[in-house]
Structure formats: C-alpha cells, structure tokens
C-alpha cells in the first residue's frame, strides 16, 4: 500500500466561525486572519493505492458551484484535484473508490460535476464506487436548517442517482469500524452525525484522517471547537477521548483543513494534550 497527501484547493471561512466561542485574540496566533476575518484552509484529500484498488478519501469543494457560491469563500493558490493527481501519475478516471467522511460541500463537492452539456450532473469519477453509511446519509438527505447551507443537494443526491452509491455499515453507536476497505473508521457525532475518520495501519505507524473532528493544529486544545459543529459538547468529549489517545500510543494525525501542516503528533501536557511536532507526510512516510 501507498500513501499520498493531495491537496484539491485552498479556500477561506470566518475565523470566528471556524473557532467558535474562543477569542480571536487566541485563536489568531496560530491562525492569522485577513482584513475580513477570513482564515485561509486547506481541502487536502488523502489518495491510497492498495493492490487494484485507487481509493481518493474527500474530493474537495469540486467546480460546478455558481460564481457567487465561491465568492463567498475566496479560492486560492494553484492546487487542484485534477492537476495533483497527474502529478503522481494518475487522472480522475483511474479512481476505484472515492471514500466521503461526510457530505458537507468542501468535502463532497468534487464527487459531482457538470455534464458535457452543462444541462445535468455526472459523478465527476465513472468508474468508482462511492462510499457513505446509510446514518449520515440520511442525515444529508434531509437537513436541518443549521446544516442545510452545507449538505447541497447536487452534491449528494447524483450519486445515488448514478447506482455507485455504497454504504459503510456502521452501527447505531459511534465507535470503531470496519469497512471492506484497507481501513477502520472511527465513528463520531459531534461536527455532523456519523462523520468518518479513516485509522490506517500504514508502515508500522497509525495514521488518523482527522476530517473535520481536527480541522488544524489550532484546534487541539478542547474548548477550540468550530462553531459549525452540530453538537460542540460532544465534540469536547470526542476529542478529549481521541487525542488522550493519540497521545499514549503516537499516532499520526492527518490534516484535512490546515493550511500548512499535513501531520501532526500530539502529547500529554501540564495544560492537557498539545501539539508535539508537525511534519511532512513525505517525511515520515
């Protein structure tokens, strides 16, 4: 098996929103804000290859959006989905699998595109298959109204519609499972119901892809909860229990949103876990 970092875009959200009830005089000193109190974030996917299998976990925000939808979030910089896959060798078409932590659109919005005629929607890879749990989607399909900006039907609904939808089974609780892929998901509820973080056993090490229970560095202390999680006290709770975790056994923490840092460890302080080092994936791996 092999590991790639692929970052599919940069974007901007409101500091305040993306920390909730932390001040910016704190939360600012990891990550700065712009003249609008936007903070810059990254959609960094993770690409794996097992066997014949091409496994993309998130797809980024994608194309197809209107105009004014991404004037509100600033893209920028130069990466892309579409250009870092021919960078290691690879196109949207070689992808088998494309595995969705969950079905908020900076997540899912590249699994969807435009047709040729610009007159329907299209998975945006044809030859995969797409993977959520029945719970979450659910969950998408009929949104409440703090969540329905975020879980857009034409991101969603197409890939039911197009017969690559598969489903993770997951149980009732969160927790630990497994998933025919060459990963466990660990289960949480806290930023969205039955979001899916990937744990991989990858080079004799544990790699967590952290999706949005640890958008960054900045969010590793407990009461930096973003304020677009659904239920911020059991997000305090998830955290608390995973990153004790991480912290006892050393594993390796995959950033799907921090804007310079792919991995990261963390450690037990005085002052609870903290951030021990951060590091290129191709560093380590």
């Not at 979450?136 to 519609?161: G, M, Q, T, V, Y």
């Not at 993770?168 to 025919?180: A, I, L, Q, S």
Request: hydrophobic fraction near 35%; charged fraction near 25%; proline fraction near 5%.
């Amino acid at each position: 098996m092999k590991i790639y970092p692929l970052n599919t875009g940069n974007f901007k959200l409101d500091g305040g929103a993306m920390f909730g009830v932390v001040p910016k005089s704190l939360w600012q000193r990891t990550n700065p804000a712009d003249e609008n109190n936007m903070c810059s974030w990254s959609m960094r996917s993770m690409l794996i290859e097992d066997g014949n299998r091409l496994i993309l976990i998130d797809t980024g925000m994608g194309n197809k959006q209107s105009e004014k939808f991404f004037s509100f979030y600033y893209l920028h910089g130069d990466d892309s989905l579409d250009g870092n896959l021919k960078k290691l060798g690879y196109h949207r078409n070689d992808i088998t699998d494309v595995f969705l932590t969950h079905l908020h659109f900076d997540h899912v919005g590249g699994a969807i595109e435009w047709n040729d005629q610009k007159d329907a929607y299209r998975p945006a890879f044809p030859n995969a298959r797409f993977w959520s749990n029945e719970r979450h989607w659910n969950w998408a399909i009929k949104p409440n109204a703090r969540e329905k900006a975020s879980f857009l039907s034409e991101n969603i609904l197409p890939i039911e519609e197009s017969g690559q939808l598969n489903f993770v089974e997951v149980g009732n609780k969160d927790g630990v499972y497994p998933t025919g892929l060459p990963f466990e998901v660990l289960l949480v509820s806290g930023h969205t119901d039955a979001q899916m973080c990937p744990v991989l056993r990858y080079q004799d090490k544990t790699l967590v892809f952290m999706a949005d229970l640890l958008p960054s560095t900045g969010h590793i202390p407990l009461p930096y909860v973003m304020g677009y999680d659904t239920r911020p006290l059991i997000t305090l709770d998830e955290k608390d229990r995973f990153l004790n975790e991480a912290a006892e056994k050393g594993y390796y923490l995959f950033l799907e949103h921090d804007p310079v840092n792919e991995l990261c460890t963390v450690e037990h302080t005085e002052k609870g876990v903290r951030l021990k080092n951060t590091h290129r994936f191709s560093d380590i791996f």
